[in-house]
């Protein structure tokens, strides 16, 4: 039985969802305290320690982009929502001009595809919605110290989509993939103030 939401529902989901990706984020990187937060946040490197809570974190953000997928092709929920859920998708790479290399034929005849491009192909695609399964997640590459101060990993996983037509399976996708990640400092307002601080965030998908 397909469960429909109003539009109440939807909007609370969706604060849910972007609720919960703010709360993992600052409870992944092995911080107990506020104190210990800041210090890992505007620390000038960070430790083994840290680094392999903000490879926690970039697992649950690969996820994540399983998760919003799904809810901007689902035709049954509001479409402002739909629209919200791709700036959020967006938000987890380094840039919307991240690269997503073998995409879905059905989806692109395109070898490569920008994220922002592909998810409004998702947007607007013919199916009623995708169900979208990150599977097999592995560290390949444990983040490493790299050049201009930042931090370089590599994660490969199993994708795994379905595409409806109503209650129906018309077509299913299978990938293996790698997805590199980051750890870079960017800028965070914290009332009228900015600081620098770290954050991971996924690269190009292969």
Known sequence: MMIIFNLNMKITLLVAIFAISVNVSSQSVGVD?????????????????KLRGFETRAVQKLEDFGDYLELISNKEFDLGLRKQAIKMLENLFIDKNALLVNPENELTDKNQIEIREYAQSVLECDFSRLEISITKIKLSKPLEFIKKGNYSGELSFTQSSKFYKSSKVLKRSLRNRKARIVVVKTSKKFGNEKEFVWNVLLVNIN
């Open 33 to 49: 305290n506020n104190n210990d937060l800041e210090s890992t946040f505007t620390a000038k490197n960070l430790s083994n320690y």
